[in-house]
């Protein structure tokens, strides 16, 4: 797992170097997501999911940006003593579509390493999982979205929804996602 992990930071920086050494190298930005996962554990609070989602962006052309990202989700529930996560690693390619204007609607393409981790508590047990284990896998997605730009371009809001042959933080293949995007 290590050398994967090693693997995938390698390429992603040795990719970045090689974009931001070209001359057609536009404008950089930092993506941010932090939210808990709204759903009917967090009501009647049985259980907290926080959603985060790092990610740098680089356009290099009027319609191509692309980056890394680590993303991920964490759950605790407040009934049992059981955790679950994932960590993804991974990174990601976006084709713009009327690059100048501030409402720019999008297609998003990521794949990502994904360590899957859980704990559970001596008194809990499913079938014939381990009570702590972990397991990786190699996944991504594909996203419609569009981005609203504020009017200055320093600040974007991106909503998507992403599409996956894997299931997300809400236990389906498929799910609404947003990222706050600082341009400078």
Not at 23 to 44: E, R
Request: aromatic fraction near 16%; charged fraction near 15%; include cysteine.
């Amino acid at each position: 797992m290590k050398i994967l992990v090693r693997t995938i930071l390698c390429i992603l920086i040795s990719g970045y170097c090689l974009i931001s050494s070209s001359q057609s190298v536009g404008q950089h930005s930092f993506g941010l997501q932090i939210n808990p996962l709204v759903d009917k554990n967090l009501i009647n609070h049985e259980s907290y999911k926080p959603v985060y989602a790092f990610r740098y962006a680089l356009s290099i052309k009027d319609h191509i940006t692309l980056g890394p990202e680590l993303s991920g989700f964490f759950m605790k529930t407040y009934v049992d003593d059981f955790t679950i996560g994932n960590i993804n690693i991974g990174g990601y390619f976006r084709y713009s579509f009327l690059p100048q204007s501030r409402l720019k609607p999008f297609i998003e393409l990521s794949s990502y390493y994904t360590y899957h981790y859980w704990k559970n508590g001596p008194e809990i047990t499913f079938g014939d999982m381990e009570p702590n284990g972990s397991k990786s896998l190699i996944s991504g997605y594909v996203a419609p979205g569009i981005s609203l730009f504020s009017k200055s371009r320093k600040i974007s809001l991106d909503l998507m929804y992403k599409f996956s042959n894997k299931t997300f933080v809400n236990a389906e293949k498929s799910v609404f996602s947003y990222r706050l995007n600082f341009w400078f």
